[in-house]
């Protein structure tokens, strides 16, 4: 053993990704680091400005005014903050608007039930459509009864497992119960838990299958339906969705950003979506990202902390029901501003403002060590954990052209008790863990912007 403690020290000591002779960290990076960290989670600015958007505005739904009165605000007071530069950049989204609604168990005892139609169903005539309902828990189970489906409501009462897995049902069950006959369908709401809070989302239709109307209702109902159905009970729904679906309207990406010193072509691009689902506030899913974002940018300007690279705060429109602002946004960098090539790390916050650990990153091997290093910085706060695979929507686009990107990683235990419901509202936050988010997108941002050494791809 006493052989092998030097041989393994002197691995150590020679590993080229570990010698402190490739810290990418100067003395004065880590005293910024700290600066940076004791700011954010001493001050309430952010905290305050995301507490005021989500009283004032409210949901900001796409084709919303709630959504264009909030980026009128956005800009106003960013420009105020002295960025060196704040622009909008216009995006057509689209314009559905969910009207009146309701869901009505008929049989074999009338009881209403908590609803939403998902974002882009078609309207339902007036008055409704009263069916029977038939059960499944999977497209298997659809499949071995579709012989029974036509002129029936399907209720998908799929377990929550995971989002990926589990959220197909909202994406496709119109698709694969319209496919055998049925003339409407609806889900169990996907997520964990619930205390009859519907869930909304996004939802897609083919268009060589006929268009249903479709909702989700609650888990706690959901079930109790399973168990009328195990029993024998013959049920009946009557569904009600007067939801429109507008011409595309003009929406808003908002653009700030604060100069490089050195190298200002050189760009770190840092944000979130500022649209949201029309119930609830949108401060998790997604304001709290976007405010952390332009409040980490907005420390090192009060700070006086000047990278050499450009710090660019995007806030992106439209990512809940089109993604068009990240496909503009990506297209505008590619075809007019060039720059894609010099976009150095694309960031981006869309897992809610929860106690935050770290980033999932994707990109290069000597990038990750790279991120990793900085992530020993904010060791106070116990958020610089980087791992392997990460990134998020409305950095997609930029991440398919080999922008390398990061997502902040938070404790998400709790994000889809309220995921795209009313219940995602300010009392759900806790305003250390959103300080800590500011602190740790503020330090990682910062710290590649002025590194010596461009972040490889």
């Known amino acids: 053993m006493k052989y092998i403690l030097p041989i393994l020290l002197s691995v150590f000591l020679l590993s080229p990704n570990l010698t402190k002779a490739q810290s990418v960290l100067t003395n004065q990076h880590k005293e910024h680091a700290q600066q940076l960290i004791q700011k954010a989670m001493g001050s309430d600015v952010a905290w305050e400005r995301l507490t005021y958007m989500a009283d004032t505005f409210g949901p900001r739904f796409s084709g919303s005014e709630n959504l264009e009165n909030s980026i009128d605000w956005i800009v106003e007071t960013m420009e105020e903050d002295g960025f060196d530069k704040v622009w909008t950049q216009p995006v057509m989204v689209p314009h559905w608007v969910r009207g009146e ?241 010099n976009h150095v790390l694309a960031i981006e916050s869309d897992a809610g403002v929860f106690d935050p650990i770290g980033f999932g990153f994707s990109g290069s091997e000597r990038a990750y060590d790279i991120l990793s290093e900085i992530g020993t910085t904010l060791q106070p706060i116990e958020s610089g954990q980087v791992t392997k695979g990460g990134g998020g929507a409305d950095i997609g686009p930029l991440m398919r052209d080999g922008v390398p990107g990061m997502g902040l990683v938070v404790d998400g235990s709790r994000y889809f008790w309220y995921h795209h419901t009313g219940a995602d509202t300010m009392d759900k936050l806790n305003k250390e863990d959103f300080n800590e988010c500011v602190a740790t997108m503020a330090v990682f941002a910062y710290a590649v912007a002025d590194i010596e050494e461009r972040l490889p791809r």
């Open 101 to 341: 609604e309701s869901a009505t168990l008929l049989s074999p005892r009338k009881k209403d039930l908590p609803m939403l139609s998902l974002g882009g169903s078609v309207a339902t005539p007036e008055g409704g459509i009263s069916a029977e309902v038939i059960v499944v828990k999977s497209f298997d189970e659809l499949e071995k009864v579709k012989d029974q489906v036509e002129g029936k409501i399907v209720l998908y009462n799929a377990e929550f497992t995971s989002y990926g897995r589990t959220v197909q049902y909202r994406v496709n069950g119109a698709i694969e119960a319209a496919r055998h006959g049925a003339v409407a369908s609806i889900i169990r709401s996907v997520g964990p838990y619930s205390m009859q809070t519907p869930h909304t989302g996004t939802m897609y239709y083919d268009d060589e299958v006929k268009k249903i109307p479709h909702a989700a209702i609650t888990i706690e109902e959901a079930m109790l339906i399973q168990r009328l159905y195990d029993r024998g009970e013959k049920i009946e729904i009557n569904l009600n969705i007067q939801a429109r679906t507008l011409p595309d309207t003009e929406s808003r990406n908002v653009i700030a950003e604060i100069k490089g010193t050195e190298f200002p072509e050189e760009i770190i691009v840092m944000g979130g979506h500022i649209d949201s689902w029309d119930v609830g506030q949108g401060v998790m899913d997604d304001g709290g990202g976007c405010i952390a974002a332009w409040e980490a940018v907005r420390l090192m300007n009060e700070l006086g902390i000047k990278p050499k690279r450009t710090i660019r705060v995007v806030l992106w429109t439209n990512e809940e029901n089109g993604l068009r602002g990240a496909e503009e946004y990506h297209r505008w960098v590619k075809e007019e501003e060039k720059s894609l090539e």
